[in-house]
């Protein structure tokens, strides 16, 4: 039967019509949802640069060539203990309103937030120079450009990102989330070259092993790597600004998007990390290679495995060192203005923390020597910020509803205590000379 324009009429059943309108309005609620998470994403991301940043290079290049798969496991719980810790954080500035560091301000008394202050800028000052020698040794392995010069450059453009955040943290989350995603790729086409034995890379992240004194000092290496102080203070910050609804279900709702967050960063920091180690053991351990310096694994790559490996290798240390120097500046005034409110302008701030990078390339010191010990001392400053968010997280009349259920403090102590002793063993070891 045909219409007055000749067009023949479509017969809909009731039953059609139905599922058409169900359907219809399952996509536009799909299509609500995924809008509403995308306006939470983004804190996690910035976060999970700190997790791929040079120390990890160094830490992860060294265990693969010298342990072969070995290690991987440390990754896979570093990295769960990251994902814990950094949604407890996001949780603690989402339930009072403000930042780790201020919350320590109103709970503890200013002369053990003088200390607090003190071994959170060795943390942060660890952990820039951790950053600008990875952007630095970056330049210096792609141009070629002489290390000095290098440092100054990195300084340049580390400065000309900070800047950008005068146009909103939303700006810096893409600027990063973009060079995490460089990163990413990068050590895909590693992971694709290198052709690891994948049987190996399961049994080793599933079953632990400490073949040696050194397998310890690396392991530790690796965690103070992987699970960073700076960024747990900083996580606690970067919430803030989605802290729009200060009700008791809003409050509950940002914690669901933001562990959406927490879960979809984290994992991506992990498979690069894993991929680190895999690369490293996959092409240095399995042609006999023990690997010292930076310049060593990039050199080597590229008669093991093509200029492509090695241009990949040092785009992703340069990317990582930009993008962690910024969040390395965004910690530390996070870190100054809370504890003691004291506020030191960027700028300044960058001056200071740069130096020690500078004179260790002026004096000719290994780079990655000094990003493995950088990555160990980190690793000792981490129960202090792990210890703080326990301490008030599990204060109903300062978290609300958010208040840390029993387990949750469990699990919060039992992390701290691994940490710890950990490092009581590497101190024995190192103090012994076994290491």
């Known amino acids: 039967m045909k219409n007055e324009l000749g067009l023949r009429d479509i017969d809909v059943s009731p039953e059609k019509l139905f599922i058409l309108k169900t359907g219809t309005n399952n996509i536009l609620k799909q299509s ?54 950094q949604t407890m954080s996001a949780k603690l500035g989402i339930a009072t309103g403000h930042n780790l560091p201020e919350m320590c301000a109103k709970v503890f008394p200013k002369s053990v937030n003088w200390i607090f202050w003190i071994i959170a800028e060795i943390g942060a000052m660890a952990t820039d120079l951790a950053e600008f020698l990875g952007g630095t040794l970056g330049l210096y392995l792609l141009f070629h450009i002489p290390m000095i010069y290098a440092g100054l450059l990195t300084a340049i453009i580390t400065f000309i990102i900070c800047y950008m955040e005068k146009y909103g943290q939303k700006t810096i989350e893409i600027i990063i989330s973009i060079l995490v995603a460089v990163i990413s790729i990068a050590y895909t086409i590693e992971l694709f070259l290198a052709k690891p034995d994948w049987m190996e890379v399961g ?57 959406i967050d927490v879960a979809l960063a984290m994992n991506i920091a992990f498979i690069v990390n894993a991929a680190m180690v895999v690369v490293s053991a996959g092409v240095f351990y ?73 004179i260790i ?35 109903k009349d300062l978290m609300g509803v958010l208040v840390n259920k029993g387990f949750v403090r469990f699990f919060g102590v039992l ?21």
């Open 32 to 85: 609500r949802k995924l809008k509403e998470l995308l306006k939470f994403l983004g804190p996690a991301f910035v976060v999970s640069v700190a997790y791929i940043d040079p120390g990890n290079f160094a830490t992860n290049i060294s265990g693969g060539s010298k342990f072969n798969y070995v290690l991987i496991w440390v990754i896979l719980w570093s990295n769960l203990m990251a994902m814990f810790l």
């Open 286 to 358: 399995r042609n006999g290679m023990v690997v010292e310096t930076m310049e060593q694994a990039h050199t080597s790559l590229k008669p093991l495995l093509g200029s492509l490996s090695s241009g990949a290798f040092g785009i992703a240390l340069l990317a990582s060192g930009l993008s962690s120097s910024v969040v390395g500046t965004m910690a530390g005034q996070t870190i100054m203005e809370g504890f003691v409110n004291l506020s030191i302008p960027i700028n300044i701030r960058r001056l200071i923390t740069m130096l020690p990078a500078l």
């Open 203 to 259: 049994i080793h992240t599933l079953i632990p092993m400490l073949p040696s004194s050194e397998a310890v000092l690396i392991a530790v290496g690796m965690l103070g790597a992987t699970v960073m102080p700076h960024v747990i203070y900083l996580h606690s910050q970067l919430v803030q600004s989605r802290n729009t609804d200060s009700s008791d279900e809003g409050k509950s709702r940002h914690l669901r998007m933001e562990k």
């Open 415 to 435: 992390i701290a205590t691994s940490i710890i002793i950990l490092n009581v063993v590497l101190l024995y070891l190192t103090f012994t000379g076994k290491s």
């Open 361 to 395: 390339i002026a004096l000719g010191i290994n780079p990655m020597n000094v990003l493995i010990l950088s990555q160990v001392a980190l690793s000792f400053i981490l129960p202090f910020p792990i210890i703080q968010m326990l301490t008030i997280s599990k204060r």
